[in-house]
């Protein structure tokens, strides 16, 4: 069964950091560009960045360029996000979400998604 | 940057055909993306490349895609269809967009 799995999120105050994770399963993480995209509380979903499957393209929405860096390990068959310098309009459920068409970021859709992971900025 | 937009809400009877709107600029000349989002869930692919159904996902769900407008279509719409449905396109400038959801309410 194709999975996805977050984890890493938490409480952390403005300006702090904090690395999130997603554990694929069920398929070659490699073959599949992934995403992040997150849902701030009672709003709609907010793209944040896209890897390609080798890692060496990747794009960033403008609210978070300059913080936040999208990686993947495909060794560990995991993708990250590390996100600096958190703002309190950070605050979101982060999911990740697998590419429906191939390594190359595609127009296709994303068609497996995690349940997500709470980021909550708050001093 | 690019942005695409859907109206708040859709209401719609049960049994009858509900229709949502999604509209950007020669939104017809990119593929657009369609997701189901149901309370406390995660997003459902409902719509790919405008108007293909990835499998599992019932005959009533279709869309389209012209000029500055796709659609998402459910025919004989169903309690169970009621979520919040987002569009997403594709642009080589700004890469992924959503629209701001529209909430469908089967009466």
């Known amino acids: 069964e194709v999975q996805l799995l977050e984890s890493g999120g938490g409480l952390v105050q403005p300006g702090g950091s904090l690395r999130l994770s997603c554990a694929a399963s069920?398929?070659?993480?490699?073959?599949?560009?992934m995403n992040w995209v997150r849902q701030s509380p009672g709003k709609g979903l907010e793209w944040v960045s896209t890897?390609?499957?080798?890692?060496?393209?990747?794009y960033t929405a403008d609210s978070v360029k300059g913080r936040f860096i999208i990686s993947r390990d495909n060794s560990k068959n995991t993708l990250y996000l590390q996100m600096n310098s958190l703002r309190a309009e950070d605050t979101a459920l982060y999911f990740c979400a697998k590419d429906l068409g191939g390594p190359a970021p595609s127009p296709h859709g994303m068609n497996v998604w995690g349940q997500g992971t709470t980021v909550t900025v708050s001093s | 940057s690019y942005e695409v937009t859907q109206p708040p809400s859709v209401p719609v009877s049960a049994g009858q055909t509900a229709t949502i709107p999604c509209s950007g600029d020669?939104?017809?000349?990119?593929?657009v993306s369609w997701y189901q989002q149901k309370s406390g869930q995660s997003p459902v692919l409902v719509i790919y490349?405008?108007?293909k159904r990835p499998s599992g996902i019932p005959e009533r769900f279709s869309g389209s895609n012209s000029g500055n407008t796709a659609t998402l279509t459910i025919s004989g719409a169903q309690t169970m269809d009621e979520a919040d449905y987002y569009c997403?396109?594709?642009?080589?400038?700004?890469?992924?967009?959503f629209g701001g959801g529209t909430k469908l309410t089967v009466l």
């Open positions: 020669k939104l017809g000349d990119k593929y």
């Open positions: 069920g398929f070659t993480l490699s073959s599949y560009a």
């Open positions: 997403q396109a594709w642009d080589s400038g700004t890469a992924v967009v």
């Open positions: 490349q405008d108007n």
């Open positions: 890897i390609s499957g080798s890692g060496l393209n990747t």
